[in-house]
């Protein structure tokens, strides 16, 4: 069984910074992406970040040239650094990752979240 658990969020200032990790575990074959979305009350679920293995990165306008993605690929952890953060970037924010798993000699692929973490800009 694959999980994924998050931490780094909190209650910064605007004009502050967080790091947001997410560490996957479990039955793991390889991991082909993993990423990040949000949702802000009242708002529907974002994509943020995104990094494919190959190293593509894709980064919703809003965020561009502040936040940046990156993977430790041997630890199987994902890393959202968050620099200059706004009061409109409060948000709780999730991990995903497509990860390939072994299962009875089968690969099986698929999409995993995880429990989400509070990140609150206040101005």
């Known amino acids: 069984q694959v999980q994924l658990v998050e931490s780094g969020g909190g209650l910064v200032q605007a004009g502050g910074s967080l790091r947001l990790s997410c560490a996957a575990s479990?039955?793991?074959?390889?991991?082909?992406?993993m990423g990040w979305y949000r949702r802000a009350p009242g708002k529907q679920r974002e994509l943020v970040a995104t990094?494919?293995?190959?190293?593509?990165?894709y980064y919703v306008g809003s965020v561009k040239g502040r936040f940046t993605i990156s993977r430790h690929n041997a630890e199987n952890t994902a890393y959202l650094q968050m620099n200059s953060l706004k009061p409109e970037d409060t948000a709780v924010y999730y991990c995903?990752?497509?990860?390939?798993?072994?299962?009875?000699?089968?690969?099986?692929?698929?999409?995993?979240w995880g429990q989400g973490t509070q990140v609150t800009v206040s101005s």
């Open positions: 990094m494919r293995t190959g190293g593509n990165t």
């Open positions: 479990g039955s793991i074959f390889s991991i082909n992406g």
């Open positions: 995903t990752a497509d990860i390939t798993e072994v299962r009875s000699s089968m690969r099986i692929t698929s999409d995993y």
